[in-house]
């Protein structure tokens, strides 16, 4: 079976390869665009002048550098395997490339259920800010996943020492990042709402984890994002110093950045969001009784 990468390199290759009769097709009466074979005589070169494999390479890689890296999907389920895993990334870039307004909707409906999350939890659970991580915060472990009864309710619970969420923490919730263990063993999923009805009733304790022990797990890094970054810009200058000499652009290079700008407003909405994290951060049942019914069991 072929590995990963290169049985995706394929299938872009193919999607490429199918949009060769739209250049084509705009080839004919555009001007300094001409369908070449190599040349190897001592001729000077003319900058004005690409071949269909020119536009079809730079096309390509634009599209693949934003559709791969735009990509920032949930946490895998429990029983997910690796190759179901490896397809669903494979439908989301399909989607991307065939319909970028349905991702960057998708991205939008995420942002602003994380915003939700993360204004829901600091709301109910009296949130203060983030204390800067140091060299002597090891000797001093913080109060975090005790608890304290509050005045209201002798039923309701707010940690001891709960820092406050970020939207990095509402994305983490959402994407399926927090497991739920009962005696030691998986049981399911929980939504946001679920973990902080549990954390008030006092049956888990507050996770203790923060933005960034959040972002250790993401595979995401300033590398990655700057290389999409760039091709992108490079790819649209080609294109502007081409309009500023008057020389034509194919479909292909036009439908190429309609699809990376609305790939890349979709990686602006995913910013905060942890990308390809594996493994969701484990929560104990602690209360004598079983949960109840959960929203993914």
């Known amino acids: 079976m072929p590995c990963p990468l290169n049985l995706t390199m394929i299938l872009l290759l193919h999607a490429i390869l199918f949009c060769i009769p739209f250049v084509r097709a705009s080839l004919p009466g555009l001007n300094n665009t001409f369908i070449l074979a190599p040349d190897a005589s001592n001729s000077p070169p003319n900058n004005d002048i690409r071949t269909l494999w020119d536009i079809i390479w ?53 942002l602003y259920s994380a915003l939700a999350a993360k204004k829901q939890f600091n709301g109910a659970l009296g949130a203060r800010p983030a204390k800067a991580h140091d060299k002597n915060s090891d000797l001093e472990l913080p109060l975090r996943g005790r608890f304290l009864e509050s005045s209201g309710s002798s039923n309701a619970y707010r940690p001891a020492e709960f820092e406050e969420w970020t939207v990095t923490h509402g994305f983490f919730a959402w994407m399926g990042g927090f497991m739920l263990y009962v005696d030691r063993e998986p049981r399911a999923t929980l939504t946001p709402d679920e973990l902080l009805h549990f954390i008030r009733e006092g049956s888990v304790d507050m996770p203790d984890i923060q933005k960034e022990d959040i972002e250790d797990r993401s595979k995401g890094d300033v590398l990655s994002k700057g290389v999409a970054i760039l091709q992108l810009v490079w790819f649209i200058l080609q294109l502007i110093a081409r309009g500023v000499q008057n020389l034509p652009m194919t479909l292909l290079e036009i439908d190429t950045l ?32 079983l949960p109840p019914t959960l929203t993914y069991e």
């Open 58 to 110: 730079s096309c390509g890689i634009t599209l693949f550098a934003c559709a791969w890296t735009a990509m920032h999907p949930n946490i895998p389920g429990m029983n997910e395997k690796k190759l179901a895993i490896f397809f669903r990334r494979i439908l989301i870039m399909f989607t991307m490339l065939i319909a970028p307004e349905l991702i960057l909707t998708w991205a939008s409906l995420q």
């Open 258 to 289: 309609a699809i990376a700008i609305l790939a890349f407003s979709a990686y602006i909405l995913w910013w905060t969001k942890p990308k390809d994290v594996a493994r969701p951060y484990i929560v104990h049942w602690k209360s004598a009784a």
